[in-house]
């Protein structure tokens, strides 16, 4: 069955901290990765997203993920965190050639203490 | 440009009655995606629907089902209400192809009482 892990349901760090948050998916087949954060009050956003190509791919606010095929990983970074960071994050996939919705982790609560 | 549209933004029933979910995808888009994001359970894939056919569902039971209009827009209707049902749930919709994104609503909060 597809299914996608994230390691870690809460997270606590102190601002310009370094994060990683982890993902990994079992999938039969090649897949299209995603990061989607929901900031309290707010709808699911796309932070960034990998199709094919480079591994390193760059997001928004300062975000990036690296594709590791050989590890179906998918592990989201920031170097240095701030409090407007405090958010719910998910990893999601779905099959290359969209025969089926997003899977969805079931979310890193991230807090950022000031 | 107008984003993906949900309503009612709260929705309250009583158990045994049916609710009716309402979503406007963005102009241009084709698919129409529904989530249930319940406490602790994450996001679970409900239906998806593109040019008004069903093209998958997630593993729920068929009380749970839909349609999608000839303008894409899109109903998701739960009868038979359970307490177990009260959710926040998501519409997303997306262009129909293989690297497209899908774009998130605000969600319908349902509360079955």
């Known amino acids: 069955a597809q299914s996608v892990s994230q390691h870690n349901h809460h997270v606590i760090l102190s601002e310009a901290a370094s994060l990683e948050l982890g993902c990994n998916y079992s999938?039969?087949?090649?897949?299209?990765l995603f990061w989607y954060v929901q900031y309290p009050g707010q709808h699911l956003q796309l932070l960034l997203k990998?199709?094919?190509?480079?591994?390193l791919v760059k997001g928004i606010k300062g975000f990036e993920a690296e594709f590791i095929k050989s590890k179906f990983s998918f592990n989201l970074r920031k170097p240095s965190v701030q409090w407007s960071d405090t958010a719910e994050y998910f990893c999601?996939?779905?099959?290359?050639?969209?025969?089926?919705?997003?899977?969805f982790g079931k979310g890193t609560h991230l807090i950022i203490q000031p | 440009e107008a984003g993906v549209t949900q309503s009612p933004t709260h929705l309250i029933k009583t158990r045994g009655q049916q609710a009716t979910l309402r979503c406007s995808p963005i102009?241009?888009?084709?698919?129409v995606y529904w989530y249930q994001q319940a406490l602790g359970l994450g996001l679970q894939f409900l239906l998806w629907?593109?040019?008004?056919?069903?093209?998958n569902r997630g593993n729920f039971p068929p009380r749970f089902s839909g349609r999608q209009f000839p303008n894409y827009s899109s109903e998701l209707n739960v009868n038979a209400l359970e307490l177990e049902d009260s959710a926040l749930y998501l519409c997303?919709?997306?262009?129909?192809?293989?690297?497209?994104?899908?774009?998130f609503g605000q969600g319908t909060r349902l509360t079955v009482v």
């Open positions: 629907y593109d040019e008004g056919e069903e093209r």
């Open positions: 990998y199709f094919s190509g480079d591994p």
């Open positions: 102009s241009g888009h084709t698919s």
């Open positions: 997303a919709s997306s262009l129909l192809g293989q690297n497209t994104e899908a774009f």
């Open positions: 999938y039969g087949g090649t897949v299209n």
């Open positions: 999601a996939v779905n099959l290359r050639g969209g025969a089926d919705g997003l899977t």
